[in-house]
């Protein structure tokens, strides 16, 4: 109870930020999704951040907050009593070209490490892989430039075949492309034993539930951990 009030505590409203995003209703199958959450965005008196910054994958959508993956990853650190404090700073419906648009208000917190989910939009939309690349690593840069300190670690996404076997197979590239190209973290595929599998995800076959969070949480550990212990 003490982890979700503490990680509640740094959860604020960012209902205007929301309402420039809203997607249109014929786009609800074809995206991740268009429902509107909260987002954390707020400073630490003291301990490091960790900012997850993402769409409704991080979001947790369809869940409580306390149930998304970086609220269970919160669980974890104050487990092992480490100095680090969540912000889950996920809004559903997010691109990456509507995440580089919002990126300077959540960067208002100096991040000790951020965690960047967003591209999954852009590849059930259709949208040229360019510029989902391009998008990302401007975030990047931004994120750099705010704190060339910042560990960064980039989640991989990786989306049905509905867009052709190219156009799939370039998306899932970009994200390990990236990595390595900015000497960030990769979390190979951030639904890695939870994708596809009915009794782990929502009704709408790609949300996942309260268990696949728990999933997507450990994929998330795994990178993030050697992470902490620097």
């Given amino acids: 109870m ?3 009030l503490k990680f509640r505590y740094f959860f604020v409203f960012v209902l205007l930020l929301a309402c420039g995003e809203k997607a249109d209703k014929s786009d609800r199958n074809s995206s991740v999704d268009t429902e509107q959450t909260d987002n954390g965005s707020t400073t630490s008196d003291s301990g490091k951040l960790i900012v997850f910054f993402g769409d409704s994958l991080t979001a947790g959508y369809g869940l409580e907050t306390e149930q ?32 580089k648009n919002r990126l300077n208000w959540v ?26 690349r391009q998008n990302l690593q401007e975030i990047i840069d931004a994120v750099k430039a705010k704190n060339p300190e910042t560990t960064i670690v980039i989640a991989g996404m990786q989306i049905p075949p509905n867009m052709g076997q190219e156009y799939t197979s370039e998306f899932r590239k970009i994200f390990p492309e990236l990595a390595e190209m900015n000497k960030a973290g990769l979390i190979p595929f951030l639904l890695d034993n939870v994708a596809g599998i009915p009794e782990l995800n929502q009704e709408d076959g790609i949300h996942p539930t309260v268990e696949g969070q ?17």
Avoid: H, M
């Fill in 2 to 4: 003490q982890t979700f």
């Fill in 68 to 99: 998304a993956y970086p609220a269970v990853i919160q669980q974890i650190i104050d487990s092992l009593n480490l100095e680090y404090t969540v912000i889950n700073a996920g809004l559903s419906g997010e691109t990456t070209a509507s995440g």
């Fill in 107 to 132: 960067l208002n917190q100096s991040a000790d490490v951020f965690v960047l989910e967003l591209g999954a939009n852009d590849g059930l939309r259709g949208i040229p892989l360019k510029e989902t």
């Fill in 214 to 230: 728990k999933i997507v949480a450990d994929n998330v550990w795994k990178v993030l951990e050697p992470v902490l212990d620097k």
